[in-house]
């Protein structure tokens, strides 16, 4: 039984993520609205992009370009 569960989550995995994010959007959009949402999205994808580690090594070295120019 539990196999059988696993085994329908991995092989539809996308489709329960993106019924997950479709429930958060949904549940901002109604209780904020939709610029509030937006920035909250925004905000959330500044996140995501900081905390990959290619993006901070990136970040890095353009600041210390800029430092020594």
């Known amino acids: 039984m539990l196999e059988k569960i696993i085994e329908n989550f991995i092989?539809?995995?996308?489709?329960y993520l993106y019924?997950?994010?479709g429930l958060i959007s949904g549940i901002l959009l109604?209780?904020?609205g939709?610029?509030?949402?937006i920035f909250?999205?925004?905000l959330a994808f500044v996140g995501y992009k900081l905390g990959d580690r290619d993006?901070?090594?990136k970040l890095k070295k353009q600041i210390l370009n800029?430092?020594?120019?």
């Open 30 to 32: 109604v209780e904020y």
């Open 40 to 42: 909250i999205l925004i």
């Open 66 to 69: 800029r430092l020594k120019d």
């Open 55 to 57: 993006f901070q090594e």
């Open 34 to 37: 939709v610029l509030k949402t």
């Open 11 to 15: 092989l539809n995995f996308k489709r």
């Open 19 to 21: 019924a997950v994010l």
